[in-house]
């Protein structure tokens, strides 16, 4: 497993996310803080031999012993936006646009810089 290269792309995948930010694509920005997240899970599941994942940093966190409280909720609530920040059908009128704003976007950056910090430390 190339586990450098995924938390590199994971860091790279957050610079996308602060750019989002700074063009006012929000809904975009909590998507790529996800996907970062959930990068940085999948070097992390993969180096530990954890072959039970999908999308959810959440369930992939969870299966790693040292795996805090805050990690995991902060993963939680990257997970809410897996789906939302990306399909009209998740809302009953509007698009992700309109349901994601800038204080959101920036928590789930610094949510998202977490995980890997974690991460990484995991990893060594």
């Known amino acids: 497993m190339r586990a450098k290269e995924w938390i590199e792309q994971a860091k790279r995948t957050i610079s996308s996310a602060e750019h989002s930010i700074?063009?006012?694509y929000f809904e975009d920005a909590c998507f790529l803080a996800h996907h970062?997240?959930?990068l940085g899970a999948m070097a992390l599941a993969t180096r530990r031999s954890i072959v039970d994942t999908g999308s959810s940093v959440y369930f992939?966190?969870?299966k790693v012993d040292n795996a805090t409280k805050d990690i995991?909720?902060?993963a939680r609530m990257l997970d809410t936006?897996?789906?939302p920040s990306r399909f009209p059908y998740c809302f009953e009128k509007g698009t992700p646009k309109d349901y994601f704003d800038e204080d959101t976007a920036k928590?789930?950056?610094v949510?998202?810089?977490a995980i890997l910090g974690f991460i990484e430390e995991e990893l060594g």
């Open 22 to 24: 700074a063009g006012g």
């Open 36 to 38: 970062a997240a959930l």
């Open 72 to 74: 995991l909720h902060k």
């Open 107 to 109: 928590e789930a950056i």
């Open 60 to 62: 992939i966190l969870s």
């Open 81 to 83: 936006f897996y789906l």
């Open 111 to 113: 949510n998202a810089k």
